[in-house]
């Protein structure tokens, strides 16, 4: 059983900052790439950022937001500098890992944090 917490949400005044953490528990395997994803009100879930060997960003966040992992307490962070009122949206931690003994790899998600941005 593979457990998600994250931690860090909360409310901000546009222009401040916040550190979102994700800490992976259980028998994860090998981890293929860890990310973030965000859900606005009456809209998808999308993709703001992901590391594996490499970074990714979504263009609306890059060069405001950092996600970053420590692997030895499998955990991954994304900080969130100059928010914006449109950065209002419920987090998503999310987890690719491959359990040992498989071939195939399995996602995991968190439960979510609220993150609001108040004008």
């Known amino acids: 059983q593979v457990q998600l917490v994250e931690s860090g949400g909360g409310l901000v005044q546009a222009g401040g900052s916040l550190r979102l953490s994700c800490a992976a528990s259980?028998?994860?395997?090998?981890?293929?790439?860890m990310a973030w994803y965000r859900r606005a009100p009456g809209k998808q879930r999308d993709l703001v950022a992901r590391?594996?060997?490499?970074?990714s960003y979504a263009d609306s966040v890059r060069g405001r937001f950092t996600i970053s992992r420590d692997n030895a307490k499998n955990t991954v962070y994304l900080q969130m500098n100059s928010l914006k009122p449109e950065d209002t949206a419920v987090y998503y931690c999310?987890?690719?890992?491959?359990?040992?003994?498989?071939?195939?790899?399995?996602?995991?998600w968190g439960q979510g944090t609220q993150v609001t941005v108040s004008s």
């Open positions: 259980g028998s994860i395997g090998r981890i293929n790439a």
């Open positions: 999310n987890l690719d890992a491959i359990p040992g003994g498989s071939y195939y790899s399995y996602t995991y």
């Open positions: 590391i594996s060997s490499t970074t």
